[in-house]
């Protein structure tokens, strides 16, 4: 059966209400994997009796998954099953991609599966992740959807040997490039993963959900203090400015809270966070998710530290005023030395403290400031020793 022509789409239709749009939920690839395997399995069990158009299997979220078969070919020594994922209304670079599952007889092996990667699948090459140094990135809860779909295949077939699975995903080395697996140490492709089986359109927890797999690698590798930065211009101010290369970096996005909150979680000595003024000014204001869709108050808040520093009325008036942070240092920069140095000393401060009540004071917290234009604003006063510190633990 090979219908590459057809019109593809999955048939569970289930939406969610999200900032007023009604998105679409999809699956996920460890949702159709097992699909594969069990399509793969049907037409395998019943020696080509079954060839289904349509798979039906249970996802751990409690929803039942209806996925088209886009082709199934019996070949010598198996069958091959395919699907194609569909992420509903969340744009992930695996949307459309080919999921393969050749299942195979093991004879001699009764009731045993074996569930491997191929082509397109990663292979994990650093401790931290669910699977272990060597093994397919392939998610213990996959996993288990496809251990069960094909015994439960195996069962009503009445076939009582083992079977050997193997996953595949023909576009998945060139997709992995577009992902966090080789920084995470996954070569070779892409990771079959999902808990629910079900991708939530938009999802913020599935960023900060990548977000904690990349501090888990740091934690394993021995890291105990750790540069925290909103994006990538915060690595390289530092690895430029300071020289600090042999740091150990995790972006965090908006999701300033959420990361503080797991590394306390996770018993980390330290974290240096480092940004831009115009996102950690946020966290001076209190906000700990610094996305704009909860908040400003960029502008009064530096007014306020401008006022708490004795700059004059007219001047705070202007800051107040401004559209962008660059324009507020500028006019910071106007003030003079000491008074600029006094600004950012009393805005540090107030950053600190928010971190400082998001972690309950468990581990050390400091900051580093920066802007576009004038570069280096200023630091917490133990930045030195946080550096100290983070050099002589050596997590790297």
């Not at 300071?242 to 018993?267: A, H, M, P, W």
Request: contains cysteine.
């Amino acid at each position: 059966m090979n219908t590459p022509d057809r019109q593809w789409k999955t048939i569970m239709e289930l939406y969610v209400e999200k900032e007023n749009k009604r998105l679409r939920r999809g699956f996920t690839t460890g949702t159709c994997a097992a699909a594969a395997a069990c399509g793969a399995a049907q037409a395998l069990l019943s020696e080509g009796q079954m060839l289904p158009c349509e798979i039906k299997i249970q996802t751990p979220k409690g929803i039942q998954a209806k996925i088209p078969v886009e082709s199934i070919r019996i070949q010598e020594e198996g069958v091959l099953c395919s699907v194609r994922k569909d992420s509903g209304d969340d744009p992930d670079v695996t949307d459309g991609t080919m999921i393969c599952a050749l299942v195979q007889k093991l004879e001699g092996q009764s009731q045993t599966v074996i569930v491997d990667g191929g082509r397109g699948v990663g292979r994990l090459t650093k401790p931290g992740l669910a699977c272990q140094v060597g093994e397919a990135a392939i998610n213990p809860i996959p996993r288990k959807m496809i251990e069960t779909e094909v015994r439960k295949v195996a069962g009503q077939l009445g076939y009582k040997g083992g079977l050997h699975v193997e996953i595949s995903v023909p576009e998945g080395e060139a997709l992995a490039e577009k992902t966090f697996n080789p920084k995470l140490g996954i070569v070779g492709g892409l990771s079959i993963l999902g808990t629910s089986g079900i991708v939530e359109p938009m999802s913020e927890q599935a960023l900060i959900d990548t977000i904690k797999v990349e501090i888990n690698m740091k934690k394993a590798a021995g890291v105990e203090y750790l540069v925290v930065t909103p994006g990538n211009y915060g690595e390289t101010f530092l690895k430029e400015t300071r020289n600090l290369d042999q740091l150990d970096y995790v972006k965090c996005s908006n999701f300033i809270g959420d990361t503080l909150s797991y590394l306390k979680e996770q018993d980390f000595k330290g974290v240096l966070l480092a940004g831009h003024i115009g996102k950690l000014v946020k966290v001076a204001a209190g906000m700990m998710n610094t996305h704009s869709k909860y908040g400003d108050r960029r502008m009064e808040t530096l007014a306020e530290h401008a006022a708490l520093a004795g700059v004059s009325q007219p001047q705070i008036c202007q800051i107040r005023e401004c559209v962008t942070t660059e324009n507020a240092a500028a006019l910071i920069k106007g003030c003079g030395p000491e008074m600029e140095k006094r600004i950012y000393d009393s805005l540090l401060r107030e950053i600190k403290a928010n971190m400082d009540r998001q972690v309950n004071g468990c581990l050390q917290t400091e900051v580093i400031l920066f802007s576009s234009k004038y570069g280096y604003l200023g630091e917490t006063p133990g930045t030195g020793q946080f550096l100290l510190r983070a050099q002589a633990s050596g997590g790297k």
